[in-house]
């Protein structure tokens, strides 16, 4: 490749790929990768590939509610006014509201929290 072709085509690769970053909300998703990774260090017990799903799961769901949990207001007041808190409160309940939720309707996972799981 010429030194004229390589540059355009890293101009615009580049160019590409500020338009792609362009959109995402910088504050939400930090608040929904530091929610999933304090889930992800607290539950050790569980396995490792279980654990990589939480996370990706939490940080994914975090980031998608931090909108609607910003938008939530509770007697006129907004619990949560900046999407970062929304995202890292997002991504803490949305896993552990699921497994309640299994547990409850009688799924698998063993009928315990992940906290009372013997090693």
Request: hydrophobic residues 45%; aromatic residues 8%; negative net charge.
């Given at each position: 490749?010429?030194?004229?072709s390589?540059?355009?085509?890293?101009g615009?690769l580049?160019?590409?790929?500020a338009a792609?970053?362009?959109?995402?909300?910088?504050?939400a998703a930090?608040g929904?990768l530091?929610?999933?990774?304090?889930?992800f260090?607290?539950t050790?017990n569980?396995?490792m590939?279980?654990?990589l799903?939480?996370?990706l799961?939490s940080?994914v769901?975090?980031?998608?509610c931090?909108?609607a949990?910003t938008?939530f207001?509770?007697?006129g007041?907004?619990?949560f006014?900046y999407?970062?808190?929304?995202g890292f409160a997002?991504?803490?309940l949305v896993?552990?509201?699921?497994l309640a939720?299994?547990?409850?309707?009688?799924?698998?996972?063993?009928?315990?929290?992940?906290?009372?799981r013997?090693?």
């Open positions: 490749m010429t030194e004229f390589s540059a355009v085509l890293f615009v580049g160019e590409h790929l792609l970053i362009a959109p995402i909300n910088g504050e930090l929904a530091c929610g999933a990774l304090v889930y260090t607290t050790q569980l396995p590939w279980n654990r799903a939480f996370f799961t940080a769901m975090g980031y998608l931090a909108p949990i938008d207001q509770l007697h007041i907004h619990p006014a999407p970062g808190p929304a997002g991504a803490g896993v552990t509201l699921m939720a299994i547990r409850r309707r009688g799924g698998s996972l063993n009928d315990k929290p992940p906290g009372d013997d090693a």
